[in-house]
């Protein structure tokens, strides 16, 4: 029986180990539709990616197109030239170095502030017990169900009646105001998830308050800090509806406010210098993100990691 068995592999080609069975094959039904499967995936990233990257790259390429190519040629068709002239027309003519400036000025110390009072107020809500922090919590709660475009009037006036209109002062702090119910909230939340045993701990070793929340409570959150920061620096830089609202004169204009009113001489709308100033606001913001994005994913794996 042995060497019929025998005889039967070799026969048919295969070899068997005694006591163990042939491997079967897949189906070629199964493998048609695994590859079925595997081309739709990538056909469905492809057109992912192009619809991500192509208005990128018409933006780029429009940046350095003639007011007569963009007039007479095609909209998908190639610049004749890489010429910077349109770059220098937008930092020069267009102002749009004075419009980043100001948008600097009042995105910066408005993100500080928002970080610094947003993540202190977080600890105290979280970590501190006190009476009447849940009420408070509450209050910031409903500070983010109010519509910004509601409060725009009532401020204009207050800040007129105390001065302030003619300066970027109003943006500042409306962003400041506006950026905090949410930046509170979120910061309480990630406090929340840090064990209230470390801060025990830490009171017991004879660290105070301030201490415990610099050299404690800061470090363990810094990774959501980050998170918050960029959402909020978004949100600001971003903005049209506000700085629209309370900046009055050209030298006050943001960036934004700045591209809304871009144009050339008799009102005329000039396209490839537009193009180059929307690319100089877009491209650094966009790696800003991408850098600060990798570096955010990195700390939270790394938090996970170590437990």
Do not use: H
Request: charged content about 10%.
């Amino acid at each position: 029986m042995s060497s019929t068995l025998s005889g039967a592999q070799r026969t048919a080609g295969v070899t068997l180990v005694p006591g163990t069975r042939p491997a079967r094959r897949r189906p070629a039904r199964k493998r048609a539709a695994g590859l079925v499967g595997k081309v739709t995936t990538w056909l469905l990233v492809a057109v992912l990616v192009v619809v991500v990257c192509y208005p990128l790259l018409w933006l780029l390429l429009g940046s350095f197109k003639t007011q007569q190519e963009f007039l007479n040629e095609p909209f998908w068709s190639l610049p004749s030239s890489l010429a910077l002239g349109n770059y220098v027309d937008a930092w020069t003519t267009g102002n749009i170095a004075l419009y980043l400036r100001n948008s600097l000025v009042v995105v910066l110390p408005s993100l500080a502030l928002v970080i610094v009072i947003g993540v202190a107020a977080g600890f105290a809500l979280e970590i501190l017990v006190w009476k009447g922090r849940g009420t408070v919590l509450l209050l910031f709660l409903a500070g983010i169900m109010v519509p910004g475009q509601m409060i725009l009037l009532p401020l204009f006036s207050a800040y007129f009646e105390l001065g302030l209109t003619g300066t970027l002062w109003p943006l500042i702090i409306t962003y400041t105001a506006t950026a905090l119910p949410l930046t509170v909230f979120m910061m309480a939340t990630y406090f929340r998830a840090v064990p209230r045993e470390i801060f025990e701990a830490a009171s017991i070793d004879g660290a105070s308050v301030l201490r415990s929340f610099t050299a404690v409570g800061f470090p363990m959150v810094r990774n959501a800090v980050f998170t918050v920061a960029l959402v909020q620096f978004f949100f600001m830089w971003n903005d049209l509806l506000i700085a629209l609202t309370f900046t009055s004169s050209d030298e006050l204009r943001t960036v934004q406010v700045g591209l809304l009113n871009f144009t050339g001489q008799f009102g005329a709308t000039q396209y490839g210098p537009l193009f180059a100033a929307i690319c100089l606001n877009v491209f650094p913001l966009f790696v800003i993100y991408l850098v600060l994005n990798q570096r955010i994913m990195t700390g939270l794996a790394g938090g996970a990691v170590k437990g």
